[in-house]
């Protein structure tokens, strides 16, 4: 039985941390209602719009996701609101995963109290570094001691399953601080960890600080790509010492802790995304993967009627794509058996030269004769893997 994702995003900020470039930011506190209204409505209105889509909507949710922006910023009464409304709508199986994001110093005693009263089994907490004068640099409010409590208050709240991310390549960072920040995150307990190498974009505000040199998001003081390569690449053995084993380009876990909902989007499962700049993946009575979103203008979102009129179906050649892009995210790679029975033979064969090629350049692997997975190197350049199978001959 196919069994769906959900996914929330609430885009409220108490700042704005300088790297950032998601649809988030600081709003008046009075748009947290209206936006809550607006999840409700969007809720109520997803399987009369799934409808005159032609697309099939599984009948049970086994993963809910509350991302951000910072959840927890909303009332004690609006999470409880989200949740009624979710389980309202939708059929929630009693084992479903239920994830927030969470910002260390942002979690009221209310909030806390409110997340375990809705079912919330999962906290994923954006730390990004535990060098306090890292996480100043970068917009962050909290400091190592702030983020310790609150895995420790999640925990002892009943909220076993504590995730935390890291960035590599945040300004001020050396080799000898990277390792200070992995060995606090291994010795917190925690059961899963997702280290992200630094992506400065344009739209950010340290992003286009470094396009002018400027100094004041410390744009000179982000290390070198070769230095940032190589604290992603220390990271890897360094948690798999500690039982948090890489499975997934940026995501560690001890067994039997990986994220399920984001494992929906790499292995291209079912998800549906409400909220500002949420995006959804459902498939086609035909069997084709369709493909939609919403816009990222928090006014403009607000006003604009309740979802859009069509969902793209992707072609063939788009769906081959990505199947190669998002399975090779996963360190178990994809399975030729499993593409040739989605997408034929023929197509699949046309792509075993470029396979080759990449085997040949070590950023490819085969394993177990039927499965092609990126070698550690091809982990560290994998967009350039990935960008190797866009546009591949057309399917037969």
């Known amino acids: 039985m196919e069994l769906l994702g959900l996914y929330l995003s609430v885009p409220f900020c108490r700042s704005k941390c300088t790297y950032c470039n998601f649809a988030s930011g600081v709003y008046p506190a009075n748009y947290h209602e209206r936006y809550v209204a607006r999840l409700e409505d969007d809720l109520r209105a997803i399987r009369s719009r799934a409808r005159t889509w032609d697309a099939t909507l599984p009948a049970a949710v086994d993963s809910i996701y509350l991302g951000g922006g910072t959840p927890t910023l909303l009332s004690p009464a609006l999470l409880r609101r989200l949740f009624i409304a979710l389980r309202r ?97 291994a010795d917190s307990g925690v059961d899963h960890a997702s280290v992200y190498m630094l992506e400065v974009d344009d739209d950010s505000r340290l992003g286009r600080e470094l396009l002018v040199n400027g100094g004041r998001y410390h744009a000179h003081d982000v290390p070198a790509d070769d230095l940032i390569a190589e604290l992603y690449t220390e990271a890897i053995p360094f948690l798999a010492g500690h039982g948090l084993a890489q499975y997934e380009i940026s995501n560690f876990a001890r067994p039997g802790n990986e994220s399920l909902h984001n494992l929906k989007y790499w292995r291209r499962d079912p998800y549906l995304g409400f909220g500002l700049d949420a995006h959804s993946m459902l498939r086609a009575r035909s069997g084709d993967a369709l493909r939609f979103a919403t816009i990222d203008d928090l006014d403009g979102y607000l006003a604009a009627p309740s979802w859009p009129d069509s969902a793209r179906p992707l072609s063939r050649e788009e769906a081959l794509e990505e199947a190669w892009f998002l399975g090779l995210r996963l360190n178990e790679g994809v399975s030729l058996a499993a593409l040739r029975e989605e997408f034929s033979a023929p197509a699949i064969r046309d792509c075993l030269d470029t396979v080759q090629d990449l085997e040949s350049d070590g950023l490819l692997a085969f394993s177990d004769g039927d499965r092609v997975a990126l070698t550690p190197r091809g982990r560290l350049l994998s967009n350039e893997v990935f960008a190797r199978f866009l546009a591949e001959p057309a399917l037969v």
């Open 89 to 185: 709508e939708f059929a929630i199986l009693p084992t479903a995963e239920i994830t927030v994001e969470c910002a260390p110093g942002q979690i009221p005693p209310g909030a806390l109290d409110s997340l375990v009263e809705c079912g919330v089994n999962r906290v994923s907490f954006g730390v990004q570094s535990f060098i306090d004068s890292e996480a100043r640099l970068t917009g962050r409010l909290h400091t190592r001691a702030i983020a310790l409590e609150d895995i420790r208050r999640v925990q002892a709240a009943g909220i076993r399953d504590v995730s935390v991310d890291l960035i590599a390549g945040l300004p001020g960072q050396t080799l000898d601080s990277w390792f200070e920040s992995l060995a606090i995150l």
